[in-house]
């Protein structure tokens, strides 16, 4: 049987935090280096842009490992990296499609990463009971889902699920982050500023 907790010992409790500032504190808050958080958005809208921007500032909190399933190590993501000036960046780990059950066991090896990325939810093929054991299994580590969408909805049945039990949801749109978080925030953040100016947001 797992621990009880009073509200004392609760508020005493350390937990790892991360203390985001500027635009990312302002769509966040101050979240959590632990649990999941899902990311979606249709093609063409910044999506793949956000998630490497986040991979690199994630990176002041600890070590990150981005598993790009869709695309892989190719031309359009080291294109992608270079655009988000992530070249030089220290403590963040592109991952060539790696297999969950390979990825799984990377994590279980000594020094393995802190925060995981994993693009894109549907290529990483898990269902929702798969995903509740990655989940639990490392409990320390903060897991960011991509997803593709289906209209302004996260597309398929498990990332809907997933959207519900996320501690930040963050849907993308026209240049720009929405988020829905636990920990505070709720300021869009501005993923291309010349692209953002093109588009006028449905969301207000």
């Known amino acids: 049987m797992k621990r009880a907790y009073n509200p ?11 203390p985001f500032d500027g635009e990312w ?5 101050q979240p959590e280096r632990a649990g999941s958080w899902l990311i979606w958005g249709n093609s ?3 999506k793949t842009s956000f998630a490497l921007q ?8 600890g070590r990150v490992a981005y598993n790009s399933l869709e695309e892989g190590i190719s031309e359009s993501l080291k294109r992608n990296v270079r655009i988000n000036g992530l070249v030089g960046v220290k403590r963040l780990l592109l991952l060539d499609k790696e297999p969950m059950d390979e990825l799984v066991e990377r994590l279980r090896r ?7 990325i994993i693009d894109s939810l549907q290529y990483c093929g898990m269902n929702y009971r798969e995903y509740k054991q990655l989940r639990d299994e490392f409990r320390s580590r903060l897991f960011v889902f991509v997803s593709h969408a289906d209209g302004k909805e996260p597309a398929g049945r498990t990332a809907r699920s997933v959207r519900y039990d996320a501690n930040v949801k963050i849907y993308i749109e026209g240049y720009r982050a929405y988020a829905v978080s636990r920990y505070g925030g709720g300021e869009p953040y501005i993923i291309w500023q010349s692209g953002a100016e093109k588009v006028t947001p449905t969301i207000p």
Do not use: E, H, S, V
Not at 25 to 29: I, N, P
Not at 54 to 61: H, I, K, M, P, S
Not at 110 to 116: D, F, L, Q, V
């Open 44 to 46: 063409g809208n910044g």
């Open 110 to 116: 000594p020094k393995a990463p802190n925060i995981i």
């Open 8 to 18: 004392t010992q609760l508020d005493t409790k350390r937990l790892i935090t991360m």
């Open 25 to 29: 504190q302002a769509l966040m808050g």
């Open 54 to 61: 986040l991979a690199g500032y994630l990176t002041r909190f």
